[in-house]
């Protein structure tokens, strides 16, 4: 909401200055999210006439002016704008004026001194508009300074209102809250009946009364509607960021600025009959005045006539009933539509409008009357005409109700923790201007029936802490039994993996949980998404199951700015159905860690050669986030990631998640250029990891053996490693792979595993006999359980 502050003190004035009313405003809960001057700063320009304006002897397109400009004297001013001509008012800028960007000086243009500037609207930094000079009316007295003559000091406030507060979308409103906040009088228009001159009506039927309870409507018979908009009509309406149009257009926008009132006038010569509110006949569709065709929907009110919908109810006008300058008589409608009836409607077409954005927040249903009334004083006033009497059709059952709230004092000292005494409380009511009646300490209050957010004896109490001023309130520290919540050592928390993986040179990313369906696809396989009723954006309609669509929409966004080398990593929720029906909600929302590294291993460096990133790069980075636990690797097959380069995670014989190079297909899908390694861990198999716990230092030497088994060319490393560690004696401290071999010297189909095996104990120095009878139980497993053999 944008209004002049002109016309808010012009209703109400407070001894505040701008950025003093400004504040007060805020803190009421009427946030000021602007306040700016009308005009840009400029100086030593007055009004003045053009007496003469003659051909430059030397240019074709410049004016040799004689300008009066008062107690200033006549001035000779060389002018080049294509409008200017013989007795025009217009600004004139003296030497030594001080516009934006430039200051007037005495000077020669081709040869013929100047003695000051004529001014367009854009040099005085009022509009864009340079197409020529800017107009003053006839009458403006020359001489005076153009800031003062056209308002120039003014101030638009432009308020940030919260969807509640529908009775501060006028000037009205604002001031009766400046008023109740401040104490002020308040001086509003005073609206007397205009007394009708004929007895000219059309009847109006509520077909719809849910959705207009009540409809006022008017004729107003031989109206000038080529009449000019008054100058201060025209300021107010444009200063509250409405265009100008005609005159019975402005008049009716002006009222819905002070009032809060909607209006809507129709050509009476082009309806036919009663006017009826409505819901819409199947198939009936509707030219609206911004020109757009439009099916209204079955709970869609519309004003009509006997013979055609003429409006949408409340949103807009028709084009084809709507006044235009040849319009001599006029149907003027003031009406009631209730929230539910417009709430979204206009945005279903893809437009607002000022009417319907009232509307939609509740405009007050006993204002109707009186509106009209108002509208039709300005029109007799500017337009002429003869008005006829005011049809009212209401119903009252489906007016709102505005029932009595009881407040009892001490509940609004409980819940604002301060005292306030029932005198106190009834002050503050008083400014609200409710219908009050104390019982005791207690007090019974009756909403005016422009507040629709007064319901309950909450919303009465933000109302006293609202008035009483939220400055004025004390904000204590609080005071509470605390206890430290225990935080067992051995419990790992989240942020140690943040800490352990940006240590190890990743950066973290927070990425929407709201993703795009195909991600599920390429990155999930998962075709059956859960769907989101109202995404924040097309393109952002399911919930994620996994991490890795975020990750590689971060690389592509780094990648499309030329970063080569990217490390990110995500602790994030992911979101997925709970068939079992294990969960409250029906969905299963484990927290898991995603990390992704592209690009090189190492940065571009002198002492190492530049390789992209592998596999076991991003192995060795999970086995050193869950180190001192072994972690196991089985080849897998995984929707997102390279077939022969993927592998299954398992901490403990559980599977916790998995690593991989990222599928060829969605490197090209989505120019990544070279593929990234990925790894998803679930965050809770990290959590439960036990914290690595003290084992005694051996003081005896360790014996190494190294064994070199044959086994099948297709056998996985992994199950033959957790049989080797299952079978070692209590002397094995460690089993290691460190060789393949393929090739000459092997049996066909077969393939070389060299394992290290390390033993040691504590209390003594160990035997050769106990060293070769381990390997020996080693070598026997892998011969039994895997076809595997000594390497010889």
């Keep these: ?41 400029f100086s030593n320009v007055v009004v003045a006439r053009v007496l003469s304006a003659e051909k430059h002897p030397d240019a074709d397109k410049l004016k040799l002016c004689s300008v009066d400009a ?27 004026a001080k516009l934006p960007g430039i200051e007037i000086k005495k000077a020669k243009v081709r040869g013929i001194e100047s003695f000051g ?47 509640n507060r529908a009775d501060c979308l006028s000037l009205t409103g604002i001031a009766r809250e400046v008023a109740a906040l401040t104490g002020a009088p308040l001086r509003l228009t005073v609206i007397e009946p205009v007394a009708p001159t004929h007895d000219d009506t059309r009847a109006v039927v509520l077909d719809a009364p849910d959705a207009c309870p009540r ?45 809060g009132q909607p209006l809507h006038a129709f050509d009476d010569a082009r309806l036919a009959g009663t006017i009826h509110v409505r819901y819409p006949k199947p198939g009936e569709k509707l030219l609206l005045l911004n020109e757009q065709t439009v099916e209204p929907s079955a709970d869609t009110a519309l004003i009509a006539d006997e013979a ?31 929230p539910t009836a417009i ?150 928390g989240a942020m140690a993996v943040r800490h352990l993986l940006a240590e190890r040179g990743y950066f973290e990313v ?35 199951t996994s991490l890795i669509g975020g990750l590689v929409d971060v690389l592509a966004t780094n990648r499309k700015r030329q970063t080569e080398r990217v490390r990110v990593f995500e602790v994030g929720r992911v979101f997925s159905r709970d068939p079992a029906g294990q969960t409250v909600s029906g969905f ?49 097959n995984h929707p997102a990631l390279h077939p022969g380069r993927a592998a299954k995670v398992s901490l403990g014989g559980t599977p916790i998640g998995f690593v991989g190079e990222l599928h060829p297909r969605w490197v090209q899908k989505y120019e990544l250029g070279t593929a990234p390694v990925v790894f998803e861990i679930e965050l809770e198999a990290w959590l439960a990891t036990a914290m690595p716990t003290y084992r005694e230092v051996s003081r005896f030497p360790a014996v190494t053996r190294d064994l070199a088994l044959t086994v099948p060319r297709d056998q996985a490393l992994q199950p033959l490693l957790e049989a080797l560690r299952a079978c070692a004696s209590e002397i094995v401290c460690d089993i290691r792979l460190f060789d393949v071999y393929q090739g000459k010297g092997l049996p066909e189909g077969q393939k070389s595993l060299a394992f290290r095996i390390v033993m040691q104990h504590t209390a003594r120095t160990l035997g050769d006999v106990e060293v070769e009878a381990a390997v020996a139980e080693m070598i026997e497993v892998a011969g039994t359980k895997f076809g595997g053999a000594l390497r010889t």
């Design 70 to 96: 008062g107690e200033f004297g006549v001035l000779q001013i060389v002018c080049g704008a294509p409008n200017v001509a013989p007795k025009m008012h217009v600004p004139c800028a003296l030497v030594g």
């Design 510 to 544: 927070v990425t929407f949980s709201f993703v795009e369906a195909a991600w599920e696809a390429d990155f999930a396989g998962n075709a059956t998404p859960i769907q989101l009723a109202n995404p924040i954006a097309s393109q952002m309609g399911v919930m994620r």
């Design 1 to 41: 909401m944008q209004f002049p502050e002109s016309w808010l003190r012009a209703l109400v004035n407070p001894p505040l200055s701008t950025d003093e009313l400004c504040h007060l405003l805020t803190m009421a809960g009427l946030e000021v999210e602007e306040a700016v001057p009308v005009a840009a700063e």
């Design 588 to 636: 299963r929302q484990p927290v898991r860690v995603g990390g992704l590294w592209a690009g090189s291993a190492l940065p571009e460096q002198w002492g190492a050669t530049t390789r992209p990133v592998d596999f076991f790069d991003v192995k060795g980075d999970l086995e050193a986030l869950l180190a001192p636990h072994s972690l196991d690797f089985e080849r897998a």
């Design 308 to 338: 055609r919908a003429l409006a949408m109810a409340g949103i807009m006008g028709g084009e084809e009933s709507g006044i235009t300058d040849a319009t001599t008589d006029l149907f003027l409608e003031s009406a009631f539509f209730t």
């Design 117 to 163: 500037m004529l001014c367009s609207a854009r040099e005085l930094g009022l509009s864009g508009d340079h197409g020529g000079l800017l107009v003053l009316p006839a009458d403006a007295p020359i001489g005076v300074d153009v800031r003062e003559f056209l308002n120039l000091g003014d101030t638009l406030i432009t308020l940030k209102l919260t969807p």
């Design 343 to 492: 709430a979204g409607k206009a945005r279903t077409f893809g437009f607002s409008s000022d009417a319907s954005h009232r509307y939609e927040r509740g405009v007050d249903f006993e204002l109707q009357r009186r509106a009209i009334e108002r509208a039709t004083r300005l029109i007799v006033t500017i337009c002429g005409g003869r008005p006829g009497p005011v049809v009212e059709a209401v119903s009252p059952g489906h007016l709102p109700a505005r029932e009595p709230v009881r407040l009892r004092t001490s509940r609004a000292a409980k819940v604002l923790g301060i005292d306030l005494s029932a005198d106190q409380i009834g002050k503050l009511l008083q400014g609200l201007a409710t219908a009050s009646e104390r019982q005791g300490d207690d007090f019974v209050v009756t909403p005016p029936s422009y507040r629709f957010d007064m319901e309950i004896e909450e919303d009465l109490i933000e109302e006293i802490a609202r008035l009483h001023g939220y400055d004025n309130i004390p904000a204590p520290p609080p005071k509470a039994q605390m206890a430290m919540l225990p935080l067992p050592e051995e419990r790992r």
């Design 215 to 259: 409809y006022c409507g008017r004729i107003v018979r031989g109206v000038d509607a080529r009449t000019p908009t008054p100058a201060w009509i025209k300021e107010r309406i444009e200063r509250c960021g409405v265009r100008s149009i005609s005159v019975l257009v402005d008049i009716t926008n002006y009222v819905m600025l002070e009032l």
